[in-house]
């Protein structure tokens, strides 16, 4: 029985690709929020992949979780919707409540991720995203 544990351990990495080099399915990470900050507030993820990000709410109000370059949170600070729902890099997620989003960014970047509403981002609600160049 151990050996045939060792062996599925051996070959798992195997068994995730499909013959490609890349491993199926997307990343997942969670980021939890409490006393209006991000944990973590600093992320690496592989351009190409796509991600999961498990966006866990803790606080009783409401929160944001906007990623994107300088100039998408310039546009943001000066409000431009109230709810947000259309777009995987931009997410609204109620008090105490759970949300999940997949995002692939295509190509290596820094980004922020932020959430715009009244007092947040003053506050410290602010987080750097890393996507690094593909393996």
Do not use: K, Q
């Amino acid at each position: 029985m151990r050996r045939l544990a060792v062996l599925l351990l051996a070959i798992a990495p195997a068994l995730a690709s499909c013959g490609t080099g890349t491993v199926v399915g997307p990343l997942r990470i969670e980021i939890s929020i409490h006393y209006s900050h991000y944990a973590p507030a600093t992320i690496s993820v592989p351009a190409g992949r796509p991600v999961t990000f498990v966006l866990r709410n803790e606080d009783p109000i409401d929160h944001e979780w906007i990623v994107g370059d300088a100039a998408l949170h310039e546009r943001h600070r000066t409000g431009t919707e109230e709810h947000h729902d259309a777009r995987p890099t931009e997410v609204s997620i109620d008090a105490l409540t759970t949300r999940e989003t997949t995002v692939t960014f295509a190509s290596p970047a820094t980004l922020t991720f932020i959430c715009h509403l009244p007092g947040h981002e003053a506050f410290g609600m602010v987080g750097t995203l890393t996507v690094t160049p593909s393996p």
